[in-house]
């Protein structure tokens, strides 16, 4: 049995699949890691090829590039094909890619995906691990294709294009269809947010009626490609939460003069790492529980003093749960964790000749909180550390700004302040209770039906797109937008969307592969080239078949 057999995938078929490919194999040439030059290239470059298909050849007033203000020299690409009336489906992807360091000596051939393909088979003759195994067996046949970014998420964007280019053709087409490619998803989304600020007065200036929106970014499956043939209905959501300790300084050789922020720091990861209780499942589909990120003090130099102050920020997946909702179980989970390092404190000291016995009390207050106390002192507490817009690490940010103002607000411990150190994303999901929602499932249940029986596959309805998203920013305003801001250090990572964002339906059908943002990313190219663009084009026809009802 071949892979492409197992996968479930029907072997390449003459209508998609060539074109799907050739266009593929051109967008994964052009380099565009995030932050890179080659990023701010990638936008023009993409637009100057629109603008040579037919599609767009004597049409050049439907292609628009959307500069991201926020990224400097960056823009986004707006694309569309006009059928007929106002009702529009957009097709959404990023371009950019993360980096093609960990190919080491190969990495001059990361954007090359047959060169690359022959020198990892090369190099994979005699697999060490049972990953590398895998991808011997995937690339030893012509499946599986390698390359940065083919499978995150450029044989998406292929995918779009090639599907615009045959409604391009179909003068009888009711509806239009706009495509945005867009910059930035692996640090901020700031492509897609501008986008998503620009398109109230795109749509106005184009005469759209938004219905909805297909994401189109690459799910991971290490096993037989069933779980990859996904259409998920939503996207998890994401939050970043920060607990900064402090604790009592004390000298090494008398510790139960003090209490260690470490040994509080310890039992907050020991309450939250991996906890499945703080986990979020619908109708079976659990989103991972929480894992720490960063931890970290704050020494400058050695010396034998307990540390009195230390980091740390977790990542939490969030399903169905506000933003608020998360914070109170954080809140909750930290004043547990804080209370058991101060009762351990107290009973070792008890147990230890001659020790004091301190009885503190627990203490956490939010970020927001923080701010407060240090105005009550005097000057500007918040903003007056803020950090360029373009200082892109969280982690290298947020720690030193709530240090310096819980210095500057004369905080003493024990007291562990609790906020936000990055960027929310917030969880989307199909709502049943609005009409256009409820259209738009029942266009990709009835094509991914169809499509899969085809081609002789399963294509399966999932809930939540497991991976972080541009979905997130896509269609809707999100709940708890003021606490998460009010609770977050560094402006640059406060999303504010502008006030007349549209509101519509986002669904994700994208390509499956396995190991993105890894050295062995690879796309498995019979769904992608061939399944893929026509799952996508079946959802379009089925949803422009319903009515405004």
């Given at each position: ?13 003459s ?19 995030t ?7 990638f ?19 439907r ?59 090369t ?29 995150d ?33 692996e ?39 069933s ?7 939503g ?22 003069e ?19 209780e703080m ?9 991972a ?42 809140e ?11 009762a ?50 969280p ?53 991914a ?10 294509i ?21 937008l ?9 402006p ?23 190991e993105f ?18 799952l ?14």
């Amino acid at each position: 049995m071949t892979s492409a057999e197992a996968a479930g995938a029907a072997p390449p078929q003459s209508g998609w699949f060539d074109r799907v490919r050739e266009i593929t194999l051109r967008l994964v040439a052009w380099p565009s890691v995030t932050g890179s030059a080659d990023e701010a290239a990638f936008g023009p470059r993409l637009d100057a090829f629109l603008a040579d298909l037919p599609a767009f050849r004597d049409r050049p007033d439907r292609l628009r590039l959307i500069p991201a203000p926020e990224l400097p020299g960056c823009s986004s690409v707006a694309a569309l094909v006009r059928g007929r009336g106002r009702r529009t489906l957009v097709l959404a992807g990023h371009f950019d890619t993360v980096g093609i360091e960990n190919y080491g000596a190969l990495a001059p051939l990361a954007c090359d995906p047959l060169a690359l393909r022959e020198a990892l088979r090369t190099e994979l003759t005699k697999p060490a691990t049972e990953a590398e195994r895998l991808a011997a067996e995937d690339l030893s046949g012509d499946d599986f294709l390698p390359g940065r970014g083919i499978l995150d998420m450029k044989s998406g964007i292929a995918a779009g294009i090639a599907v615009l280019e045959a409604f391009a053709e179909d003068e009888s087409f009711d509806g239009n269809l706009l495509l945005l490619a867009t910059p930035d998803e692996e640090n901020r989304s700031r492509g897609i947010r501008s986008v998503r600020d620009a398109l109230p007065a795109l749509a106005r200036d184009w005469d759209l009626d938004i219905v909805g929106a297909i994401n189109l970014d690459a799910t991971s499956d290490l096993h037989d490609g069933s779980a990859g043939r996904s259409i998920f209905l939503g996207s998890v959501g994401k939050l970043l939460p920060f607990a900064y300790v402090v604790g009592r300084p004390a000298h090494a050789g008398y510790p139960f003069e003090g209490l260690s922020a470490g040994l509080i720091a310890a039992e907050i990861v020991r309450e939250i790492e991996a906890n499945v209780e703080m986990a979020e499942s619908v109708e079976g589909e659990w989103s991972a529980p929480p894992v720490c990120l960063s931890l970290a003090d704050f020494r400058v130099r050695y010396d034998v003093t307990m540390p009195d102050r230390v980091w740390l920020a977790f990542n939490i997946l969030s399903q169905r749960r506000t933003p608020a909702e998360v914070f109170a179980l954080f809140e909750a989970a930290v004043a547990a964790a804080m209370e058991r390092a101060i009762a351990r404190t107290a009973a070792q000291a008890a147990a230890f000749p001659g020790a004091p016995v301190a009885a503190y009390p627990p203490r956490v207050i939010t970020f927001a909180a923080l701010k407060d106390l240090a105005a009550a002192r005097g000057g500007d507490a918040a903003g007056e550390d803020s950090p360029p817009a373009d200082d892109d690490n969280p982690f290298a940010v947020t720690p030193p700004l709530v240090d310096a103002l819980a210095r500057r607000a004369g905080l003493e411990g024990p007291v562990v302040v609790i906020g936000f150190a990055g960027l929310h994303y917030p969880a989307v999901h199909l709502d049943p209770d609005q009409a256009t929602h409820r259209q738009l499932e029942a266009a990709l249940r009835s094509a991914a039906g169809s499509v899969a029986a085809e081609y002789g596959t399963t294509i399966g309805v999932r809930h939540y797109f497991s991976g972080i998203s541009d979905m997130s920013f896509l269609g809707h305003r999100a709940a708890g937008l003021e606490l998460v801001a009010a609770n977050t250090p560094p402006p640059a990572f406060v999303d504010r969307p502008a006030d007349d964002i549209l509101s519509f339906p986002v669904i994700n059908i994208g390509p499956w592969g396995r190991e993105f943002h890894q050295k062995l990313e690879r796309l498995h190219v019979g769904y992608g080239f061939e399944v893929l663009p026509a799952l996508i084009a079946r959802t379009v026809r089925q949803l422009f078949q319903t009515t405004d009802a």
